[in-house]
């Protein structure tokens, strides 16, 4: 008998993460046919990685909740990637204000994300992507700044553009809940 709840429990959770996957797909691709600046593919490996790490998402709510997260996580990360590079001694002045600066830009996306969250929870989608759109600013303007001197390369190219694709993917969801609800 316990062989039998073992085996419908398996199931169950087979079929919950087939849907889930198949709701990754699905959404990840009407995204990127609206948005240019979105990629399939990231999009798909970078939830279907997270959705290994918790629950997979039943639903396009769900689904965007858990892309904001992700985004959060993200810029979590980056904030504390930062950190270690401005304590880095071979950057010179201008680096460091440089990192000093995506610090703080980063820090900001991290509160603009919380803010996010509770809007979207409560159904403010306009304000949710007004604040997941600053947030996506700040990965462009971190960026951005190191090439106003010449020849100063970013240690952070690869990372902004990951926060900056994750963004992209929390707006998309965000614009494809507000046209279902």
């Not at 959060?72 to 000093?100: E, P």
């Not at 001197?149 to 969801?173: D, H, M, W, Y």
């Amino acid at each position: 008998m316990k062989f039998a709840s073992y085996l419908v429990i398996f199931f169950l959770f087979l079929f919950q993460s087939s849907n889930g996957s198949n709701l990754i797909s699905q959404s990840c691709k009407e995204a990127s046919k609206n948005d240019p600046n979105l990629r399939y593919d990231f999009c798909v490996a970078s939830l279907e990685d997270e959705s290994k790490l918790q629950p997979p998402p039943s639903n396009l709510e769900g689904l965007v909740g858990m892309s904001i997260q992700l985004t959060k996580s993200n810029g979590t990360n980056m904030v504390s990637i930062i950190s270690k590079l401005m304590k880095d001694k071979t950057f010179d002045q201008y680096a460091k204000v440089c990192l000093r600066d995506c610090f703080d830009l980063y820090s900001d996306s991290l509160s603009d994300l919380d803010d996010a969250v509770v809007a979207f929870k409560s159904k403010d989608l306009d304000t949710a992507a007004i604040n997941l759109s600053a947030s996506l600013d700040n990965s462009v303007t971190c960026e951005d700044q190191f090439k106003d001197k010449k020849g100063e390369a970013s240690p952070l190219t690869k990372e902004n553009r990951v926060f900056f694709q994750l963004n992209v993917i929390s707006l998309a969801f965000i614009q494809m809940f507000h046209q279902h609800y």
